[in-house]
C-alpha cells in the first residue's frame, strides 16, 4: 500500500527524558489513520551526522506523498509550521553524540536555503484548539539540518518528484500539553496531503 504521509520526531536530548515531537506524533497516527490515511512514522536521533540520512532513507523507501519532520522548540508558544530551512549548522548546545559545529554547511555547495513545499499557511489555518503561526526559520541545530536535508533530497532525486516535505517544530508540554499538540499535528498534516495550492494569507513577520 503506498504511503501517504511520514511523519518523524526526535529522541530526547540536552538531558531531558522525553521529546515532544516524539510523543506529539505518536497521538497524531491513529487520528490520521482513522481517516483512512497511510501513515508511516520515524524516531529521529537528535545527531547531526544520522539524522538526516535516516530521513532520507526512509523518504526513498516509502515515497509517500507529503512528509513532515517534527521537532521541540522548547521557547516557542505556538505550534510553528517552518517556512524556510537554512545551509548551516551553527550549535550552542551539542549534539547526542557530542558533535558541535560551528558555521558549517549542512550539504557542501548546496543552496543558501530552501523553502517548505508544504502548504504551511493551509496547515496554520487548519489548527482549532492551539494557537499556531508560520515560523520564518528553523533555526540552526539539528531540527533545520533534518529540514534542509528533506527539502536537499526532494529538490535533487528525480525518484521523489511527487513528494512534498517540510518541518513542524512544536511546543513543550508545559506549554501546550501534548495531546492537543498531537491533534493539531493530524489536522496539518491532513491539510498538508489534502491542499494543493497554499492560502494567500498574511503569515509574514517584522523580526
Known amino acids: 500500500m503506498s504511503t501517504d504521509i511520514l511523519l518523524t520526531g526526535f529522541v530526547p536530548f540536552d538531558g531531558a527524558a522525553s521529546n515532544e515531537s ?10 490520521l489513520r482513522a481517516e483512512g490515511i497511510s ?18 532513507e526512509a523518504v526513498r523507501e516509502l515515497r509517500p506523498k507529503v512528509v513532515i519532520a517534527v521537532g521541540l522548540a522548547s521557547g516557542r508558544t505556538r505550534i510553528m509550521p517552518e517556512r524556510t530551512a537554512v545551509n548551516v549548522r551553527d550549535t550552542r548546545i551539542p549534539d547526542n553524540a557530542g ?8 550539504v557542501a555547495g548546496g543552496p543558501v536555503g530552501y523553502f517548505s513545499s508544504l ?17 520564518q526559520t528553523a533555526g ?18 528525480a525518484d521523489l518528484a511527487g513528494t512534498r516535505g517540510g518541518f513542524v517544530h512544536v511546543p513543550s508540554d508545559e506549554v ?12 496539518m498534516a491532513l491539510a498538508a496531503l489534502r491542499t494543493e ?4 494569507v498574511s503569515g509574514g513577520a517584522e523580526h
Request: with cysteine.
Open 176 to 187: 501546550i500539553d501534548v495531546g492537543t499538540t498531537g491533534r493539531e499535528l493530524a489536522r
Open 140 to 157: 540552526t541545530y539539528v531540527c533545520n539540518d533534518v529540514f534542509y536535508s528533506l527539502q536537499h533530497l526532494l529538490a535533487t532525486d
Open 22 to 31: 516524539w510523543e506529539a506524533v505518536q497521538v497524531a497516527v491513529p487520528l
Open 197 to 200: 495550492v497554499d492560502a494567500a
Open 99 to 106: 558533535v558541535s559545529p560551528v558555521d558549517e554547511p549542512v
Open 119 to 135: 502548504p504551511i499557511k493551509a496547515m496554520v489555518a487548519a489548527a482549532e484548539d492551539a494557537p499556531a503561526a508560520v515560523s
Open 39 to 56: 501513515v508511516e512514522v520515524r524516531e529521529l536521533p537528535v545527531e547531526f551526522h544520522r539524522a538526516g540520512p535516516l530521513l532520507a
